[in-house]
């Protein structure tokens, strides 16, 4: 998967810096046509009858003022696609297969990113708002690009959890909080929580069984979570937990050492 997405992301970003590239000449050759026009106006303030009829049938003064905020729309565009460039190339972390100290905040805000779509407001569903409550976190040793993918399984499954709810008009506000700090000065805690239905409590010791899900059969794998669990238990020495009760939605806990035990040297 990490290939994929840094594949995909490569292929994107060139046609993007391209488009980008070309914006700024084009901003700034419009910027002289409009002005070069702005002067032929002035000394020239009453056309010909001909010119006077193309200017009115082709709406010259609205297209004076839009032109330059439909550049802008396209700057903004552009922006906006090089920053998901990015996040799937932080996402992918393929240039960090190995284990390295990095940033967790960035991993999760890489995540969200991609899951920008999922978070906004849809027919019969609300925005799902994200609640951000940050600690002071040093560089964590693991294997970024693995724990990245722990993120977008757990927000993928409370973002399902959400819709499902509102569908079901069991809640009016969807809401996911995640919280990180450091415990004693040597552990990782990142509790994700939402606020949907929860799950019910003859479910609950089953959700990181392998193929095991809740949801109708061709909706999901039921793998999500099953490897989440085996990455953050067994590649990094640490714990997942979830706390659920039904009525009051999730949470799930991982913590993870800040130091592996047996750490691997980049070669």
């Known amino acids: 998967m990490g290939q994929l997405v840094a594949g995909i992301a490569h292929e994107i970003n060139n046609p993007v810096n391209f488009i980008s590239a070309n914006l700024i000449h084009a901003n700034e050759y419009i910027k002289k046509l409009l002005k070069l026009l702005q002067r032929y106006q002035e000394y020239y303030p009453n056309p010909v009858p001909e010119l006077q009829a193309e200017v009115e049938v082709n709406e ?44 967790i905040h960035e991993g999760i805000e890489s995540t969200l990113m991609i899951l920008g779509h999922r978070l906004q407001t849809k027919p019969n569903n609300p925005d799902i708002q994200v609640i951000k409550e940050y600690g002071n976190l040093p560089l964590i040793e693991c294997y970024a690009g693995q724990i990245n993918q722990v993120f977008m ?36 805690t990142i509790r994700i929580a939402d606020n949907g239905s929860g799950i019910p409590e003859n479910f609950e010791h089953r959700i990181f069984d392998p193929f095991f899900t809740s949801k109708p059969v061709g909706v999901e794998t039921g793998m999500g979570l099953a490897i989440s669990y085996q990455i953050v238990t067994e590649k990094h020495h640490g714990s997942l937990q979830c706390v659920s009760k039904l ?15 047996i750490s691997v040297e980049h070669k």
Do not use: H, W
Request: aromatic share 6%.
């Open 153 to 188: 399984n757990i927000l993928t499954n409370s973002i399902d959890a959400l819709e499902e709810a509102a569908k079901n008009q069991k809640i009016f506000t969807s809401s996911i909080t995640i919280y990180t700090e450091v415990i004693n000065g040597a552990r990782l």
């Open 60 to 103: 010259l003064d609205f297209m004076i003022n839009d032109l330059p905020k439909l550049l802008q729309s396209m700057e903004f565009g552009a922006e906006r696609i090089q920053k998901i460039v990015l996040s799937l190339r932080m996402f992918s972390r393929l240039d960090e297969a190995e284990m390295k100290k990095v940033n």
């Open 247 to 261: 009525g009051s939605g999730s949470e799930f806990v991982i913590t993870i050492p800040l130091k592996q035990s």
